[in-house]
């Protein structure tokens, strides 16, 4: 494991310099009108070159390249073991985690290789949440749950008023507010995931990572979390990952079409690729010929 | 019809013959080991309690009040109300078993530590506590190392000063106070939280200071009953004042649960009642073996006057100190290997080998205490240091394999979520894992401090003396134990009263002891699955 705890803060530091910044807004821009077609009317987030993913000797994505727009839903959507996890997974390094799994290739999150030798790991996640496929609240108080990345943090603020309006995004402070000092446990799977989805957004990340988090909930649920992701994209950029089609054409902006053996098909405009799509093999995945 | 299904052809047989004689054969396997532990039991019971010397005037009383009350009751809530009957008798079998533990507490304080040194040692403790808490909540921004020696030294002072000035003090209350202050105090603090469950902050002081006051009581209840402020106070404290407020914390969250108080009511009264009855009636007890005398006396050259003091303050003695090392030796290796270590030859090389070591016979970790402790290191033999530092060692490989599973049991989907909130490793640790893995440490570590309890072996070899005449007041003083006491009964005085009275009495007394710790350690298992 490469991960280094004691160095926090290390990404951070080289990133907040908004001159970096601006100047790699506007190679982004150019740069990936060059390469993929479509019209990129929002800065560019993350942005992929070259990914490649691998689990001992097995590939889990080949050759990956995309760039992930602000303030937009992304989804990345394909057959089971596609690789689509992995790649959110390299975002924000959790396959650190992973002895087994090999990164190469440049990711970059506003212009910053996360791959490079000064990142943290740990200062990184802190800008990146991340909501997971099966609601994993703490076994600890709803209020602590949220409070929890305020917390590790150190984040200065009122965490009372933060957590309040965190669950406000997430749309389950109504059925909250008057018992906060419950356990979050206690709570249905759906509003567990809400409670899970305020827990990241608490310590205002950059982008939000969602790893199937529809999958383990019913059809009511699902469609709360559903207008939740809409919502939070004015704010946050949002990268999810569904395997339920009609989700991601209902709240995408962009998806990212990933097919078996970890290849990055096609990667358009939502409408593009669920109307017109360029490849073959997309079109049939989506009509449901195979997959 | 009769026709028609004849004609109707079946489905045939299928011989089941070998299944299920092979059935029964795991039946008698599986409840061999118990009903042969289970007429061992009866045989040392009836020895040590030897019931058939009462009155059967006595039995018939008891009876009345206290057995038939019970069935019907119990019976009763069983049938049409379990969740009322499990709480109810889990406020009957925590009094038991807290009373037991404050009657073991209450030697420590009347015996071996006076309840001034113990005050002394709280108020520091809550200075240094408070000072560690007021720094951290000061500045969060400080740097760590700053906070870390200001915490250190203030504890530190605290500690050196604070135990000395309070001794030296030419006045000081009274033991009852002391006690009630040191150790009703922060009971109280915790069962006056549970107890006003929702009460709010105004409910919530009240019910603290009630507990308090009732923790207080021991100081003019304990006189009248004639055993003393010192045990009366420690006792409240202990055992009944959580009781009460387990009933009461348990009543508010859950009212539906209410009638189980009706079963916990009648085998306490129909108790009262029977003692009152059986007094006034004048029907004669059994002549136990296991009575006050045996309890609170040492040994002597005649059975009859023999008892088991001496023994069980050093089993506790023992306990405390071998809890006090293992443990944080124990879960500090298990979190180690579980969290951090990473997966080569030397990690599986450990796992091998802590396995072994929990099946090395206990004689062998004597001889290990002997030759480090004594032989090495030059320490005096069969103190209670080196006793607690030899059954720590063999139980070390229990602690930390439970340990190890506890940790294992939190699933990775937590570690996950706190690593993508950006959660350092150690942050990972402290705040998810090990209080998730808590309740299931706590229960490993008190299933081997049992298998420590019932040790003879490492104490013989490490010397310590079979007979004791009075309790050990210092780590560094002589210690006996239960089954050492008991051995020594059975072996160096064996004659035909001790076999049949002192043997049988002590080994009824270590039994109960180890089996509440087990009942302790499973009740916690089981709220833990629960709670998951």
Same mark, same amino acid.
């Given at each position: 494991m490469t991960e280094n705890p004691e160095q926090e803060y290390a990404a951070g530091e080289s990133t907040d310099d908004p001159t970096t910044d601006d100047m790699l807004v506007e190679t982004d821009v150019s740069g990936s009108v060059a390469s993929s077609g479509p019209t990129m009317s929002a800065n560019t987030v993350v942005r992929a070159e070259n990914v490649d993913v691998w689990y001992n000797d097995e590939q889990a994505l080949q050759d990956i390249s995309l760039d992930i727009p602000e303030n937009q839903v992304t989804a990345m959507i394909g057959p089971s073991g596609c690789g689509k996890s992995t790649f959110l997974r390299c975002v924000n390094r959790m396959n650190d985690l992973i002895d087994a799994a090999r990164v190469e290739g440049d990711l970059y999150l506003r212009g910053k290789n !996360?791959?490079?030798?000064? !990142?943290?790991p740990v200062a990184l996640r802190r800008r990146v949440g991340m909501v997971f496929q099966s609601p994993n609240p703490f076994p600890k108080s709803i209020y602590d749950n949220v409070a929890y990345g305020l917390k590790i943090q150190n984040k200065e603020g009122d965490y009372d008023e933060i957590v309040e309006n965190s669950l406000k995004r997430a749309a389950l402070w109504d059925e909250v507010s008057d018992r906060l000092d419950e356990s979050g446990l206690e709570l249905s799977g759906g509003q567990q995931q809400r409670l899970c989805i305020a827990r990241a957004i608490a310590p205002d990340p950059e982008v939000i990572l969602m790893d199937e988090p529809a999958s383990a909930l019913d059809p009511v649920a699902t469609s709360q979390i559903e207008d939740l992701i809409t919502e939070l994209a004015e704010e946050y950029t949002v990268v999810i990952v569904t395997h339920n089609m009609q989700q991601a054409a209902r709240i995408s902006n962009k998806t990212a079409v990933f097919l078996t053996g970890g290849e990055l098909v096609e990667f358009d405009d939502t409408e593009k690729i669920f109307?017109?799509?360029?490849s073959q093999r997309v079109e049939d995945y989506i009509t449901g010929k195979f997959g | 019809m009769a026709t028609q299904e004849e004609q109707i052809e079946g489905f045939g047989h299928v011989s089941r013959t070998v299944g299920t004689v092979f059935r029964y054969l795991l039946l008698a396997a599986t409840l061999f080991g118990i009903v042969a532990l289970t007429i061992l039991l009866i045989y040392v019971a009836n020895d040590a309690i030897q019931p058939l010397t009462a009155d059967p005037g006595w039995h018939l009383t008891f009876f009345l009040t206290l057995v038939l009350p019970t069935l019907v009751v119990s019976g009763y809530l069983f049938r049409t109300d379990p969740t009322s009957f499990r709480f109810g008798a889990g406020v009957v079998g925590m009094l038991a078993v807290s009373s037991m533990f404050g009657g073991g507490a209450a030697m420590i304080f009347v015996d071996i530590v006076p309840p001034v040194v113990w005050f002394s040692y709280v108020l520091a403790f809550g200075l240094a506590l408070a000072g560690v808490v007021g720094l951290e909540r000061l500045d969060r921004q400080l740097p760590f190392l700053v906070r870390f020696v200001g915490a250190g030294a203030w504890v530190v002072l605290s500690f050196g000063l604070v135990p000395g000035l309070v001794q030296s003090l030419p006045v000081y209350p009274t033991d009852g106070v002391m006690l009630t202050l040191s150790l009703g105090g922060p009971v109280a603090l915790v069962v006056g939280r549970y107890a006003a469950a929702k009460a709010g902050r105004r409910g919530t002081a009240v019910a603290i200071l009630v507990a308090l006051v009732a923790v207080g009581a021991g100081e003019v209840l304990g006189p009248l009953l004639a055993i003393g402020a010192v045990p009366a106070t420690v006792l409240l404290a202990v055992a009944v004042v959580p009781t009460a407020g387990y009933a009461v914390g348990h009543i508010r969250r859950f &009212?539906? =649960? =209410? &009638?189980?108080l009706a079963l916990a009511a009648t085998i306490l009264g129909g108790a009262l009642v029977g003692a009152v009855a059986v007094a006034a009636l004048g029907f004669a007890g059994p002549q136990s073996w296991v009575d006050w005398q045996f309890l609170t006396s040492a040994h002597s050259g005649t059975a009859a006057e023999a008892g088991l003091y001496p023994a069980i303050g050093g089993s506790i003695l023992l306990m405390v100190t071998v809890a006090a090392l293992s443990f944080p030796l124990g879960v500090g290796a298990a979190v180690y290997l579980e969290e951090y270590a990473p997966d080569n030859r030397l990690t599986r090389f450990i796992d091998v080998n802590i396995s072994n070591l929990a099946g090395v016979p206990s004689v062998v970790y004597g001889l290990l205490g002997l030759g480090v402790f004594v032989t090495y290191l030059g320490q005096p033999t069969g103190t209670v240091l080196i006793g607690g530092a030899t059954l720590a060692l063999l139980i070390l490989p229990i602690v930390i394999i439970s340990a190890r599973e506890a940790l294992r049991s939190v699933p990775d989907s937590m570690r996950e979520a706190s690593y993508g909130m950006g959660a350092t490793r150690w942050q990972t640790i402290k705040n998810v894992v090990l209080p998730r893995a808590f309740p299931g440490i706590l229960t490993g570590t008190i299933l081997a401090l049992g298998r420590a309890i019932g040790e003879t072996a490492p104490l013989i070899m490490i010397g310590a003396p079979n007979v004791l005449f009075s309790l050990p007041t210092a780590l560094s003083s002589k210690v006996s134990a239960m089954p050492l006491q008991v051995y020594a009964w059975a072996s160096?005085?064996?004659?035909e009263p001790f076999y049949q009275a002192a043997v049988p009495a002590g080994v009824v007394v270590l039994l109960i002891v180890l089996l509440s710790m087990n009942s302790i350690a499973i009740v916690l298992r089981n709220k833990y699955q629960t709670d998951q």
């Open positions: !996360v791959y490079d030798d000064d !990142v943290d109307e017109n799509p360029e | &009212p539906g =649960r =209410r &009638p189980g160096l005085f064996a004659s």
